[in-house]
């Protein structure tokens, strides 16, 4: 049986064995998050799993369980919006980003297979034939003519003519 005691719970009760080990879920949660983080690489489940260790801190400090998502939440959010884009601009200065898949496809030369217009047409693009369209309206390149991709737009290339190098 539980007995206030100078507005404080005697120990051993469930309650307070709750919350001391309250900061247990939060490090495990913030473990749990990190771990994600090294699948992902896009530094917003590190930036939660931060915010869940300040959960962790004030659930250590003994406040209540409201207390401590506030301040997860809080502290998440600031990491987000002002630690993140510094630690990802300073990453990408260090670090080239490669495109990759489609994206890589924008700049590269392709060849003209089928009469491509602004409504469609077909071109040969790194070793594979896409479906593709003219950049422009009222242009047409013929089979055979050296065509650049301009975009990706789903699974069509589009394309303007080739600057001679």
Request: net charge neutral.
């Amino acid at each position: 049986m539980t007995t206030p005691v100078a507005g404080r719970r005697v120990a051993g009760t469930r309650e307070t064995v709750s919350q001391m080990n309250a900061w247990l879920w939060w490090v495990g949660g913030a473990t749990l998050l990190a771990i994600a983080e090294i699948l992902s690489l896009d530094l917003i489940l590190l930036m939660l799993a931060a915010g869940a260790l300040a959960g962790a801190g004030a659930a250590l400090l003994g406040a209540d369980v409201a207390v401590q998502i506030i301040t997860a939440i809080v502290a998440s959010v600031l990491l987000l919006f002002a630690l993140r884009p510094w630690l990802l601009r300073h990453l990408r200065q260090r670090t080239p980003l490669v495109e990759t898949n489609a994206a890589a496809l924008v700049g590269r030369p392709a060849i003209v297979v089928a009469t491509t217009t602004e409504l469609g047409g077909r071109v040969k693009l790194a070793g594979e034939v896409w479906s593709a369209r003219t950049a422009a309206e009222d242009v047409t390149y013929p089979p055979g003519a050296e065509v650049r991709v301009t975009s990706i737009d789903g699974a069509t290339a589009v394309v303007a003519l080739a600057e001679p190098a």
